[in-house]
């Protein structure tokens, strides 16, 4: 179980939490996987969460790319949790640093993952630091992206079904890149430490 670093309570009751652990250990409705176009989980958080997942993450994906073609930012596939402690995985494919309009691109990913997460009915969901691992997105500028559009996204749906968002990095550098932007946006507020 991951470790709850700080939370923020939104005015429509729902919460967001920053969070150091495991994200394939995650026990909620849905886990977000920062996928690659090509849904191939090789690297990474899709490497880990297809590992844990089992066989049949990949065999859905290779469906769900052979019925839909790649995923774009704004468009991203869903398969089941496998063994995974969730019912369903999100493959959402954040910008790869140095291909243009980064932050346009993981502020529509991250907002199109919420809004799928709120479709399927799922009332928490868990995510990562997306395009901050392999595809080389600075921690530091992902952060403001990533937690704005997190709480943007969630205003906008006072009525969403999804009540937790969790932010769960396991990579003290990520997690320290994070946390420094949470404190500054959210200082006063839930920092159980």
Same mark, same amino acid.
């Given at each position: 179980?991951?470790?709850?670093?700080?939370? $923020?309570?939104?005015?429509? =009751? +729902? #919460? &967001? @939490?920053?969070? +150091?652990?495991? &994200?394939?250990?995650?026990?909620?409705?849905?886990?977000?996987?920062?996928?690659?176009? %090509?849904?191939?989980?090789?690297?990474?958080?899709?490497?880990?969460?297809? %590992?844990? =997942?089992?066989?049949?993450? +990949? /065999?859905?994906? *290779?469906?769900?790319?052979?019925?839909?073609?790649?995923?774009? $930012?704004? $468009?991203?596939?869903?398969?089941?949790? =496998?063994?995974?402690?969730? #019912?369903?995985?999100?493959?959402?494919?954040?910008?790869?640093?140095? @291909?243009?309009?980064?932050?346009?691109?993981?502020?529509?990913?991250? #907002?199109?993952?919420?809004?799928?997460?709120?479709?399927?009915?799922?009332?928490?969901?868990?995510?990562?630091?997306?395009?901050?691992?392999?595809?080389?997105?600075?921690?530091? #500028?992902?952060?403001?992206?990533?937690?704005?559009?997190?709480?943007?996204?969630?205003?906008?749906?006072? *009525?969403? $079904?999804?009540?937790?968002?969790?932010?769960? &990095? &396991?990579?003290?550098?990520?997690?320290?890149?994070?946390?420094?932007?949470?404190? +500054?946006?959210?200082?006063? @507020?839930?920092?159980? /430490?």
């Amino acid at each position: 179980m991951s470790r709850l670093i700080a939370y $923020h309570e939104l005015p429509t =009751g +729902q #919460r &967001l @939490e920053l969070r +150091q652990g495991d &994200l394939t250990e995650e026990a909620v409705d849905a886990i977000v996987n920062a996928a690659n176009a %090509r849904l191939q989980h090789g690297g990474g958080v899709a490497a880990a969460l297809a %590992r844990k =997942g089992g066989p049949v993450v +990949q /065999q859905q994906s *290779d469906r769900w790319l052979a019925d839909n073609g790649p995923i774009e $930012h704004e $468009h991203p596939a869903v398969t089941s949790g =496998g063994n995974l402690p969730c #019912r369903f995985l999100i493959h959402a494919v954040g910008p790869v640093w140095g @291909e243009g309009q980064e932050e346009r691109k993981l502020a529509a990913t991250v #907002r199109t993952a919420l809004e799928t997460a709120d479709r399927l009915g799922a009332t928490s969901l868990a995510l990562p630091a997306i395009s901050s691992g392999i595809f080389g997105f600075p921690p530091e #500028r992902a952060a403001p992206v990533l937690l704005e559009q997190v709480e943007t996204t969630l205003l906008a749906m006072p *009525d969403s $079904h999804l009540q937790v968002v969790r932010l769960v &990095l &396991l990579e003290p550098g990520v997690l320290s890149a994070f946390l420094a932007v949470w404190q +500054q946006c959210w200082a006063k @507020e839930g920092n159980p /430490q």
